[in-house]
């Protein structure tokens, strides 16, 4: 495969060169298998789950738009601005008579099933700081590490149908944090694996390695079982056998459960799905996408049970030349976003599922003299739908050129902690870190913004 050229200001390639390698699930590496690391690291941190029951939204699919997209050419166009700030696009106009830029030409057509909030307000303009920020709630600093919002969601909402609660497609944006002071085995189970790269996708770890038979694997756990049974009769850590027998029957469950398979791979979906998410899109590069079928796996996950699953998508850092990055990527994100949505309300699952589109920030008011747009946290743009959020409305609005909040300004804080309401957790609640020894709010301070809501 073709190696991507990279893209965006040395701070996002930096990013980027320096992902935090992706955690192996995993166990018994005499069998090959790879499914309990996720399950097995003893916990950091005396927390209780159970504290907070399910909100409307039962799921979330928080697609992220790591490097920045621009406000001025997506959510947020201003056609009566002048060249040096409008761009290079003109406008479509949604079905609910605001406007989009005509980039989102299908998502202009669903306008009526999400809430576009053009006023949010971030606090740095620092890809890896306000991705952290994005993530968590918290800016970084030397003193705490914050767990992200999947992990607390793992945490306090726990399992469902036996599948794990937090997914990242196809893997975690490694400066987004992970689980902080929680226990790491709330973090993501990352694929490590694309649904929309060339070639065949499978997951490996929902498999038995070629060549052990069902009978061979089952014998292994029997033997596996007997070494522990010696363990125990030797007086070994206790404590730490029960985890692990935790992680295992978790990892056993997953590795024979024909439902998990079927949630974690595209098999069955027809050719009609498919094209609704949008298939064929390619980058300048030629290398696929991929942002459909990420979306339309992240649908069968929460079909299935998945409670939150991470996608990332696409490359936005435009310094340069924000036109071409704006038609390298648009294109593919309108046609899977409005699939997604679509699908979902086909479903009868929209209502339950909450879809998050976010960005670490947006872009410059003004285009620079190389034809793009650097970093601007002032005020950019977001999309939720469904999930018990209001639908057809743009709430909030930056000013002429997009330079700042005009009204209604969402703080960041304020944006997440409405999105933890709808997953029925109050923010403002406190998580024990240290051993026990200090609560720390989910979200400090964070309100919810009731006008979003419906």
Known sequence: MKTPARTGCPGFQQMNLHRREAMRIGFCGALGLSLSDLLKHQARAVVEPGFFKEGRAKSIIHLNLPGGMSQQESWDPKPEAPTEYRGAFGVVKTNTGEIFSENFVRLAKVADKMTVVRSVVGKIPDHGQATYHLFTGYTPTTVIDYPQMGAVV?????????????????????????????SSKYAAFQLNADPGATGEF??????????????????????????????????????????????????????????????????????????????????????????????????????????????????WDSHVGIKDTSLDHLPALDHAVSGLINDLEQRGLLDSTLVMITSEFGRTPKINKDNGRAHWARVYSMMLAGGGVTRGQIYGASDATAAEPARDEVLLEDFLATVYHQLGIDSNEELMAFGGTRPIEIIKDGKVVKGIIA
């Open 154 to 182: 793992s945490h306090l909402l726990g399992t469902r149908k036996g599948l794990p609660p937090y997914v990242a497609v196809p893997s975690l944006n490694g400066f987004g944090g992970g689980t902080g002071f929680l």
């Open 202 to 315: 499978k997951v490996k770890d929902f498999s038995i390695p070629a060549g052990v038979s069902m009978e061979q694997f089952a014998r292994r756990k029997a033997g596996r079982d007997i070494v522990e049974k010696h363990l125990r009769a030797l007086d070994a850590d206790t404590d730490k056998l029960n985890t692990m027998d935790e992680f295992n029957r978790s990892a056993y469950s997953l590795l024979t459960s024909d439902e998990a398979r079927r949630a974690f791979s595209l098999e069955g979906e027809t050719d009609a799905t498919r094209e609704l998410y949008g298939r064929g899109y390619k980058h300048k590069n030629n290398q696929p996408t991929a942002v459909g079928e990420r979306l339309l796996l992240a649908r069968r996950m929460v079909e299935a049970g998945v409670r939150f699953v991470t996608v990332n998508y696409g490359s």
